[in-house]
C-alpha cells in the first residue's frame, strides 16, 4: 500500500552493527506496528505506538528499540545485529478502535550476517 | 490467552473450482476477525473482517468468509479459484475483551496454490 512506505527495501549488515528501519505513512493513523515474519511463524508483533507520548512492547521486543519521531513516522533499531533478526519485516498503521484495519508496508527484508 | 490456527500450511486446487482456506480462533471474548494475502514480495493486503452482524462477510477479489462462533472458525472461501489467488493467506484475530491492549494476533499462514 502505498500509503505506508519503508526504507530501506533491503539491506544487508554484519553482526554487532547497528541498523535502522524507518516507516512512514500519509494516512493519518495515530496508531503504528512493527511485525517480524519468519516463515512457518506468521507475523510476530515487536512494538507498538498508539500515539506519538505512548510506546509499548510487543511479544519480541528483546533486541529492537522504536522511536516514534511524528504521528506519521515510526523507527525500528537493532542496536546490536544478530544472525537470528534475519527476517522480513513490516510496518503497519490503523485508526484508533479495535475494529479499525490494519495497512501494511510493503516489507524490509533484512539480512544479518 | 488469544491464539489462531491455521491448520494446513498449503492448500492446493484447481483454476475454476470452489477453495476453502480455514482458520479457528480463541479468544476470552467477542472476537474481531480479519484475512490478509501477501503476494510475492509484497506486504499484506486487507481482504475482509468480521466486527458484528452478518456471520457471512464478502470482501475484496471476489473472497468471502463464514464467522461461526459455535465453532470458533472464520473460514476463507472463494466459489472459483484463479490461477492469480495463488498467495499467503494469514488469518488474524483481535480480542476485544475488558482490559486487552487490542492487539492483533496473526496464524501462521497458509500458501494456496491454484493450477490451470
Known amino acids: 500500500d502505498a500509503d505506508v512506505t519503508q526504507t530501506p527495501r533491503n539491506r544487508i549488515t554484519k553482526t554487532g552493527k547497528r541498523i535502522m528501519l524507518e516507516c512512514s505513512q500519509t494516512?493519518?493513523?495515530?496508531?503504528m506496528y512493527w511485525y517480524r515474519q519468519d516463515p512457518g511463524l506468521g507475523l510476530r508483533l515487536i512494538y507498538y505506538?498508539?500515539?506519538?507520548?505512548?510506546?509499548n512492547k510487543g511479544e519480541i521486543s528483546d533486541g529492537y528499540s522504536v522511536s516514534r519521531q511524528a504521528q506519521a513516522k515510526f523507527s525500528l533499531s537493532l542496536e546490536s545485529a544478530i544472525p537470528n533478526q534475519t527476517a522480513l519485516y513490516f510496518c503497519?498503521?490503523?485508526?484508533?478502535?479495535?475494529?479499525?484495519?490494519?495497512?501494511f508496508g510493503p516489507g524490509t527484508r533484512l539480512l544479518v550476517l | 490467552a488469544q491464539s489462531v490456527a491455521q491448520p494446513e500450511d498449503q492448500v492446493n486446487v484447481a483454476e475454476g473450482n470452489p477453495l476453502t482456506v480455514k482458520c479457528t480462533y480463541s479468544?476470552?471474548?467477542?472476537?474481531?476477525l480479519f484475512w490478509y494475502v501477501q503476494y510475492p514480495n509484497r506486504g499484506l493486503q486487507f481482504l475482509l473482517k468480521?466486527?458484528?452482524?452478518?456471520?457471512l462477510v464478502k470482501g475484496s477479489y471476489g473472497f468471502e468468509a463464514e464467522f461461526n462462533k459455535s465453532q470458533t472458525s472464520f473460514h476463507l472461501k472463494k466459489p472459483s479459484a484463479l490461477v492469480s489467488d495463488s498467495a499467503l493467506y494469514f488469518c488474524?484475530?483481535?480480542?476485544?475483551?475488558?482490559?486487552?491492549?487490542?492487539?492483533?494476533?496473526f496464524g501462521q499462514g497458509t500458501t494456496l496454490q491454484v493450477k490451470p
Open positions: 503497519a498503521t490503523s485508526g484508533g478502535g479495535n475494529s479499525e484495519t490494519q495497512y
Open positions: 494516512k493519518g493513523h495515530d496508531r
Open positions: 505506538s498508539f500515539d506519538v507520548k505512548d510506546i
Open positions: 479468544v476470552s471474548g467477542n472476537p474481531y
Open positions: 468480521y466486527i458484528t452482524g452478518d456471520n
Open positions: 488474524a484475530v483481535r480480542d476485544i475483551w475488558r482490559g486487552n491492549t487490542g492487539k492483533l494476533i
